[in-house]
Structures are given as C-alpha cells and as structure tokens.
C-alpha cells in the first residue's frame, strides 16, 4: 500500500510578515496547499493522503480540503504534525499502523506541502523506485558550486561539483524500515538527523535518486512566492 | 492542480509554464507517453508561418498527434492507466449539418490553443477514443494524420460518382502514403496508381497497383477520381497535372496544405465539370473509424510501421528541441517523442 504525506508543519517564520503560514497563502487563486495535495489526489496509487500540519491549523486545513476537493475530501486525513519534521513523518506512520496495519509493502512518499509544482513523472518514479529500494530522495545536479565552511568565515573544502546535488521532495520510504531506523537512533542522533533519508544513508541502506526539476521549487521567501505566481500566469483561455 | 505545460514562445524555443486543471470540471486527464511531429508543428518551430501568425498565437503548446493513458476520469468512462488516442479538434457547438472539423467556432489543439505537449492534457470525455492494447502506442501515437486521411476517403465515397475503376494519389510523402493504404483498405478493388517523384519512396508503396514518375507520366493515362497530397510550392503543378489527367466529371479531393494560394486550370475545370473539394482535419467518427481499421486489418499496422522514423525520448527541455531538430533532417517518417514528463 502506497500512502501520500504531505508535509504542512512549519510555521512560516522565514516569510515576512504575513500572518498565515506559508502553505496557506494563495497562488494562481488557490492554497499552495491545496495545489499540492491536488497533485497527489489525482494519482491512483494512493491509498490515502496524509496531511501534517500544526495543531491550531488542522481545522482550517479540512476545512480547504472539503471546500477545493468535495466529495474527494474523503481520501485525505488531516493530522497534527510533530515537534520535527522526522516526528511528524512518525506521526503519519503511527496512523496507517493503527488504520491499516505497517508491512514489508506499506510505501510512504512524503512531500513539502509548499512545492506545489512536482510532476507526475516525479511522483510516479518515487514510488516505482521506492518499491524497488525501499528508500528515494529526488534531487537535482547542483547548478551553483556548493562551498563547504566549518568555522562560517573561511572555506574548508570545495567538493567537486559534478557530484553535488540539491535534495527536493518527495523523499520515499519504506515505512515499516523507517519507523525502525528511526527508533534504533539515541536522541542525540535525532536532533542530528534532520533528514529522514539522511537516516537511511548513516545506517548503511542504500537511496535511490529521482531526478527532480528546477521548477520543483520550495516555496519559502517572498521572493519564491512572487516566481510561483508568475509561473501560474496563463494569459491565454482554454489552455 | 497545477499541470506544467512546454509552450513554443518564440521559434527554436520552449519554455516550462503551468496552467491549473479544474478537478471539478467533468473533463478527463490523461497524461500524454508518445507525442508525434507534424509539418503544422515545424512550420511554428522553425518560424515559417507568418509574423503577425506567430505573434498571435504564441506562446502555445505545439503536438496535436498523440496517445496518452487515463490519469482520472470523474465520468468513470475509463479506468486509469487506459491508453487512449486524443483528439485535437474540440467543437463547441452541435451541428447536424457540417462537421465538427469544419465548423469555424471549433478550436484545433496547437493552432487555436494549446497541444499536447503538457504533462497532463484536460479534455472533454468525447475527445478521446480508447486504444487496444495490441495496437503498438509508436503506431498510434499519429493516428490523427492517418484520421485526415480516413476522413478524406469517407468524403470521397459520398461525392465521388460510382465508376471508380482507376484512382490517382499525387504525393509519395507521409500524407500520400497513408492515404494510399487506408484507400487501398476501403476500396480494395478500385486501381490504385500513385504519382510521385522520389522512386524510393514509391518502391514503399507496393500494395498500389502501379507508381509513376510525374515527369513521366503517359499522355494516355487517365484516372477516374484523384487525392492530391503534395501542398507547399509543388500544388500547383501537382493540381494541373491531375486536371490534365483526370477522366470528365472526376473528383479531386485536396489534402495538401499551401501557405500561398494556387493558379489552377479552371477552364478545364469547368471543360470537364470536375468537383474539387478539400478536406483538413477530423472528427470523433474519423478517429473511430481508423481504430476499427486498424482492429480489422492487422496489416494495416505493418504498412504504418515503415513510416515510423526517429523516436526519441524527452524528458527535458534539450530533449524536445532535439527531437524537433531531428525531425527537420529526415527525408519522410514520423519522429516520434517518448514522453516523459
């Protein structure tokens, strides 16, 4: 069984002013949240979509659902997200253990609620990969020299860049493997291991690549909010 | 949701843009796997059609050829993961008299309004027809070409008077081609000569009764009824040399797009009351009637497969431009593009 999650937890913090949370302000005329979970409603795989987000937002949250999806409400579950971004991945695995039962098939594809412009393409691969390796994170070649610093004045290496990449999202696990590695860690570990692939990479399981798109972007400043608007603009009808 | 669309902003160049499906709208998705290259679409590549032309209808996504699969259906028409053939001729009106592809309100995928090159394309549940999965989705990803031709020869049958001992095709490009085997599929017992200029690409042709060099064509030949599918520079001489060899009262039915308009012999049109009618695009009944050909004469897929030429599979904005480049360079065939967005 194949589950959605979207991950809608964050609190907005880098985005100015605005009062809402980032996921919740309208692009094209509609919740960027809700442009997201319309990607993954349209795929068949899905069981069910999980959607994470913070306590005082979960009401609001099925509130849009039910007003943007109708009668396709019903194949979304709104849940409160955790403290980080690992426990509110745990989160939605503890409610397809007690919903549907965790096996060896049971896939997670797990999302940023404010990347509304994956693909199909990139959907489908997380999850043909993911069945095939357990593990995927979908990331594109880095176009910018990624520079390494550990004092943050002076430069302690220049790893060569046609091996870098810049991780995006979905990120696709195994759920039953994952809510394993993810319990085996100290909490030391925890607080380290921000990354939910990260996890699998530390304990020696093997991630297999996606290949995002540049236009996968996240949406986090305000900058980022006024490209998204300007790549929904369709100036011509019937398109 | 958001779907992304390639649309063609100025020659040589596409660019990514999205556009938002409405879920709610009753139309169907399909997400298109094989896309298929069409002169109309290098004429918008290359900037051939006119200034004011390009300048009104781009940007806009270009392919009106090709197959996708179902990705939702709120009809519950079709399952997903379906393969389906999709129509680009979209009407949005009903007329009981002229037909959909002639009506001057319908809109035409990648002339009036965005083709397929999209990663989800939003139609009306009539807008596609349902592909057999023994048919190869390469073949059929240009059904809509070989629809042209259905369409013209249907046209033929109910114009055209009843003697049809001998038929002429002028062309031995993509179009003539396909019109050759359809015709010869419908009207098994009707002669068929094919007129051309490429002795190669008429040796292909070897279920027409007979094929003939246009600089080398009898005096004595006559036909009953003919299909012109040369367009561009070469309608001119390719319409008057039909005139020239058509028996009285024939019909001609012209297939071949000109960007300019064409002199022709009316004196001898009239001399010998020839009915000359044109036929572009197709309808939904077109589409049927081609897929119903293709269940019924198997061989039919063979013929089609010899016009198959590069296919290339796209996954990024390089990728269509070379299948676009390529497509250029080829002497006939079909490029094909593996869609994979």
């Known amino acids: ?239 | 949701m958001l779907n992304t669309v390639f649309r063609l902003v100025a020659p040589r160049r596409f660019e990514v843009e999205f556009n938002d499906i409405d879920l709610h709208s009753g139309q169907i998705i399909v997400r298109p796997t094989h896309l298929s290259i069409c002169h109309a679409d290098q004429r918008y590549y290359q900037g051939l059609r006119p200034a004011e032309i390009l300048k009104q209808k781009l940007p806009m996504a270009l392919i009106h050829e090709g197959v996708g699969e179902i990705v939702y259906d709120p009809t519950g028409t079709y399952h997903c993961g379906d393969s389906v053939i999709m129509i680009p001729n979209t009407p949005v009106e009903k007329d009981d008299v002229i037909a959909e592809n002639y009506l001057r309100s319908s809109k035409f995928r990648a002339s009036g309004f965005d083709g397929f090159m999209q990663e989800h394309v939003a139609l009306q549940p009539d807008r596609v027809v349902p592909l057999e999965p023994t048919v190869d989705k390469i073949i059929a990803s240009f059904t809509e070409l070989v629809s042209v031709s259905v369409h013209a020869i249907r046209r033929f049958d109910t114009i055209a008077h009843a003697r049809r001992n001998i038929v002429g095709i002028w062309g031995d490009g993509n179009l003539g081609y396909i019109t050759a085997i359809f015709f010869k599929a419908m009207f098994p017992e009707v002669k068929l000569y094919i007129f051309g200029v490429d002795q190669e690409k008429m040796s292909q042709f070897s279920f027409a009764d007979d094929t003939f060099s246009v600089t080398e064509i009898p005096t004595d030949l006559m036909i009953d009824h003919a299909f012109e599918c040369v367009g561009g520079d070469a309608s001119q001489k390719a319409i008057n040399q039909i005139i020239d060899h058509i028996q009285p009262e024939g019909t001609i039915s012209i297939l071949g797009v000109s960007e300019y308009p064409v002199p022709i012999n009316t004196r001898m049109v009239l001399e010998k009351g020839l009915r000359i009618f044109g036929s572009s695009r197709s309808g939904r009944e077109d589409f049927l009637k081609t897929v119903a050909l293709y269940k019924e004469r198997p061989e039919i897929i063979g013929y089609l497969s010899n016009i198959v030429g590069a296919q290339i599979e796209v996954r990024t904005i390089a990728d269509m431009n070379l299948a676009f480049e390529t497509d250029i360079h080829k002497s006939i065939g079909k490029t094909i593009m593996i869609w994979d967005k």
């Not at chain 1, 509304?116 to 993911?130: K, Q």
């Not at chain 1, 990120?171 to 925890?190: D, G, R, V």
Request: glycine content about 8%.
């Open chain 1, 1 to 239: 069984m194949v589950f959605g999650v979207i991950l809608a937890g964050g609190v907005g913090s880098r985005m100015g002013n605005v009062e809402k949370p980032k996921q919740y302000l309208k692009v094209g005329g509609k919740p960027i949240i809700i442009h997201t979970i319309e990607k993954f409603f349209v795929h068949d795989e899905f069981v069910k979509l999980i959607v994470l987000c913070p306590k005082q937002w979960v009401e609001n949250t099925k509130n849009l659902v039910r007003k943007y999806l109708g009668d396709g409400a019903d194949h979304v579950v709104v849940l409160e997200g955790g403290a980080t971004r690992n426990e509110t991945i745990m989160n939605s695995i503890y409610y397809i253990e007690k919903e549907y039962g965790l096996d060896e098939e049971t896939l997670i594809v797990t999302h940023d609620s404010v990347r509304p412009f994956l693909t199909y393409r990139i959907i489908e691969e997380n999850i043909r990969y993911g069945k095939e390796y357990g593990a995927v994170d979908t990331v594109i070649a880095a176009t910018d020299t990624i520079v390494e610093s550990e004092t943050g004045d002076v430069i302690s290496s220049v790893p060569d860049r046609a091996k870098m990449y810049q991780g995006q999202t979905p990120q696709t696990f195994n759920a039953k493997k994952l809510k394993e590695l993810y319990l085996s860690l100290s909490e030391k570990e925890k607080d380290i291991l921000t990354d939910a692939s990260k996890i699998f990479v530390i304990k020696g399981e093997k991630v297999h690549l996606v290949q995002g798109e540049v236009f996968n972007i996240k949406i986090t400043y305000p900058y980022d909010l006024r490209v998204a608007e300007s790549l929904i603009q369709d100036p011509k009808n019937m398109k």
